[in-house]
């Protein structure tokens, strides 16, 4: 499963040779995991794929300012895309883009 988590996170963070900037952020991210302090991915991409209704692309774990975040890139079932900001600690939605005509829109299906 870290090896899973490692693959699907791509990184955020200080300026750095790629590499190590990815090697870093999967570090960061398994550290995180096995320390407990964050939830695992594929525990969050199950609630935001049931939730949002549809299907994650990309996923990337970043930290700011000392909050563990997942920012998910989800296709919805009506061929939307939503980028969706996750609190990796609680699993809770923090932000909810989505492009609709070249405007931003919230995405979130029960408002």
């Keep these: 499963m870290l090896h899973s988590l490692a693959l699907c996170l791509l990184g955020a963070g200080p300026v750095l ?11 960061l991210a398994r550290q995180a995991l ?4 964050v939830l695992p ?3 969050v991409l199950e609630k ?3 939730d ?4 994650a692309l990309k996923v990337e ?17 009506d061929g939307r895309i939503v980028k969706l ?6 699993g809770k939605v923090l932000e909810i883009q989505r ?3 070249g405007k931003d829109r919230d995405a979130h299906p029960r408002r």
């Design 17 to 27: 040779h790629a590499d190590e900037r990815e090697h870093g952020d999967h570090e």
């Design 48 to 50: 935001i794929e049931r």
């Design 85 to 90: 900001k996750v609190d990796a600690v609680d």
């Design 61 to 77: 774990f970043e930290q700011d300012g000392g909050r563990f975040l997942y920012e998910i890139r989800l296709l919805q079932n």
């Design 41 to 43: 991915l594929r525990a």
């Design 34 to 37: 096995e320390q407990g302090r």
């Design 99 to 101: 492009k609709d005509h």
């Design 52 to 55: 949002y209704q549809g299907q």
